[in-house]
């Protein structure tokens, strides 16, 4: 007993924070119930608590809890008192918040939150953006001698000298008294089987692209002919409608400048912005070290992904009112919100819809829109600061992991990345929009066994893929039992053998199932360090930091009424209360709240998170003891974390940014067309 006394002792003074009676990422007893496991760190200076806090541990900027003595009070286990802002202004559009910590399963409230708003700044240039496309340009499918865009043009030999048999046979048919002037061929590059593609031109004669000049398709056949266009060596990536080619141009798309003054709706050189704005919510496990970390940190590396696309998110994400009449006339814009997005590249950006046809078909060929570049911000973010974690916890203490789910508001939209299993839905009214997914090891049972199937060696000697309907026995030794592989959705039979006695990979059901028979989540940052329990396996291969992305239209939405709103919440409020029950909450709590009570109505979305959060928590029978909810049911004793984020204002206020920004714009551009 005095032993066990002295190493508690030990581990309580090691992860004190100097100077403070608050540690980082400590926790009480076994843990989570759901989350439970240990953490053994590979370096022992950290693990010694040699190393200094990169985050001391705070509760969300917003909640102005700025001393320890404030944020040791809001720590109380039996209590358990729901905390939200003090100052609503500090959250936009006076959205809700609410946090309650556990009932004492962890010292800390190991869930943290952030909320950001910005400016993106871009100087955008016509040349930078065509630049930028063309680089995006893949090889057109069935044109194996496709030209790199942006390829060096090399000076040919001289006149005098021979000439590769793949010239045009448009300017052999000439006249033989031309061949002795001098004649230039321009070497465009080389095709995809290192053909060599030329283009010859007189001497007095400038070199033009045939395509980029305008040319009627009943030419002459003594000059380039429509065959000769659409050659399998011709750098097109769209083909023209045969059928409704008569008296109609060819226009190239790599070749066609946005500077072309009959569709360019932009000046050469300007600076332009765009905001945006997130919420995020993050949950804890085995300490609060990345939680807090990552709400230090996550949305600066966002902000960064998206600055190196704000140029391409403003020249293809806004629909300015000129260029919007025109695209309506092509149908053009309902071809991009069928393709969920602004289309950047692959698509008639700039030529006539009567004029062209796609060369590919969107379900098998790369295509690049608005949503798709923001999405993949956010999943190259997320892998980036999984990163950065590896790296800190070789220099700082920074315990455990965290789940991460994260919205965020721009051009119109709300853009939400989950990693793990707090999750986040829509309600309109009774209406629920599901939009993120819970990722456990009950739900990603087939990912990680298949991975165990493909790489054995991460399983030690201690764990099987195999999946049986129970777990066998020493007695089932040489019985049939029905199991299943990885790559199995039914069931079969097998003999049972002694390596099937092995722990499952996933093992338990529900939301009891655990990766190794340790941790119940499959996704976040962290957990680099973790080993399974009572074994040297690491857990971390089967962890990944891969966010599902979701995308909702808010501007677009006709519908939407000051009821409408974004909840975002951690496991500890969705463990007890349903999308629908957190639904009627929120509802039932707005409608107490009159429109006509201008003093009251703006607290009507922190009352709905503080309704959501006593949803779950509900009130302690046995003075911290015995949580039950409304209605006597077991309710959690996990931290909980809730946002209530109102819709209809970010629309307005979005739009109400547009039109400031048209009437700024507009007028120029409109007169340089």
Request: contains cysteine; charged residues 25%.
């Amino acid at each position: 007993m005095l032993s066990r006394f002295k190493s508690a002792l030990n581990n309580v003074i090691n992860n004190l924070e100097p100077n403070s009676g608050l540690t980082n990422g400590s926790t009480a007893g076994a843990g989570d119930g759901q989350h439970s496991h240990q953490h053994t760190s590979g370096s022992s200076a950290a693990a010694a608590g040699q190393h200094n806090l990169k985050f001391r541990y705070t509760r969300p900027e917003f909640l102005l809890l700025q001393t320890d003595d404030e944020i040791q009070v809001s720590a109380d286990h039996i209590m358990r008192p729901i905390i939200v802002p003090r100052d609503i202004t500090k959250l936009p559009f006076n959205s809700g918040y609410a946090e309650t910590i556990n009932a004492g399963k962890s010292v800390r409230n190991e869930d943290h939150a952030c909320v950001y708003r910005s400016t993106l700044r871009a100087v955008i240039s016509d040349e930078s953006i065509t630049n930028k496309v063309s680089d995006m340009m893949p090889t057109v499918p069935g044109h194996p001698h496709q030209i790199p865009v942006g390829a060096k043009k090399v000076l040919p030999p001289k006149a005098s000298e021979p000439t590769n048999e793949s010239t045009d046979s448009s300017v052999n048919s000439d006249t033989k008294s031309d061949k002795t002037n001098d004649v230039k061929e321009v070497m465009n590059g080389t095709g995809g089987d290192g053909q060599q593609q030329t283009s010859i031109q007189t001497k007095d004669t400038p070199f033009t692209d045939p395509l980029q000049t305008p040319l009627p398709l009943n030419a002459s056949t003594n000059g380039p002919n429509l065959d000769d266009l659409l050659s399998p060596t011709t750098p097109i990536p769209l083909a023209v409608r045969l059928s409704e080619a008569a008296n109609e141009t060819v226009e190239s798309a790599y070749n066609t400048p946005l500077t072309s003054p009959q569709k360019s709706n932009f000046k050469s050189i300007r600076e332009e912005s765009l905001p945006w704005l997130y919420f995020a919510v993050f949950d804890g496990h085995a300490g609060s070290g990345v939680a807090v970390a990552v709400s230090n940190t996550l949305h600066k590396i966002i902000e960064d992904k998206l600055q190196s696309i704000a140029d391409l998110l403003i020249r293809f994400g806004l629909k300015d009112e000129c260029s919007s009449n025109e695209e309506s006339n092509t149908g053009s814009d309902s071809e991009s919100k069928r393709l969920n997005g602004s289309v950047v590249i692959n698509q008639d950006n700039h030529l006539d819809k009567e004029n062209i046809a796609l060369l590919f078909h969107p379900s098998t060929d790369k295509m690049i829109t608005v949503d798709n570049l923001i999405t993949g911000a956010l999943e190259s973010a997320f892998w980036q600061m999984d990163s950065l974690i590896a790296k800190d916890k070789r220099v700082y203490r920074m315990s455990g992991g965290c789940t991460a789910c994260i919205g965020i508001f721009i051009l119109g939209k709300l853009y939400v990345a989950n990693a793990g299993d707090s999750r986040a839905i829509i309600c309109k009214g009774d209406e629920v929009i599901p939009m993120s997914f819970d990722f456990t090891p009950e739900s990603e049972r087939e990912r990680i066994k298949y991975l165990g199937l493909l790489k054995p060696e991460l399983l030690g000697n201690d764990f099987t893929h195999l999946e049986f309907v129970r777990r066998p026995a020493r007695r089932d030794l040489g019985k049939k039992l029905l199991y299943r592989d990885a790559f199995m959705t039914g069931w079969s039979y097998k003999t049972v053998t002694i390596d099937d006695l092995k722990f499952p990979l996933i093992y338990g059901e529900g939301k009891r199932s655990r990766v190794l028979a340790t941790i119940g989540v499959t996704r976040g940052f962290g957990d680099h360090e973790l080993k399974a329990q009572n074994s040297d396996v690491d857990i971390k291969p089967f962890l990944t930091a891969q966010p599902e992305v979701r995308i909702y239209d808010v501007e677009n939405d006709e519908s939407i009424t000051d009821a409408d709103v974004l909840v975002i919440g951690t496991d500890g409020l969705w463990d007890i209360t349903t999308n629908e029950a957190a639904a009627e909450v929120v509802q039932k709590s707005l409608d107490v709240f009159p429109a006509n009570d201008v003093q009251r109505y703006k607290y009507r979305y922190i009352s709905a998170a503080q309704d959501l959060v006593m949803h779950s928590r509900g009130k302690s029978r046995e003075r911290g003891r015995g949580w039950k909810t409304a209605d006597n049911k077991t309710a959690t004793i996990d931290d909980i974390t809730a946002f209530v984020i109102p819709l209809k204002p970010y629309k307005e206020e979005y739009i109400k940014w547009k039109s400031a920004r048209n009437l700024v714009t507009d007028q120029q551009e409109c007169s340089d067309r």
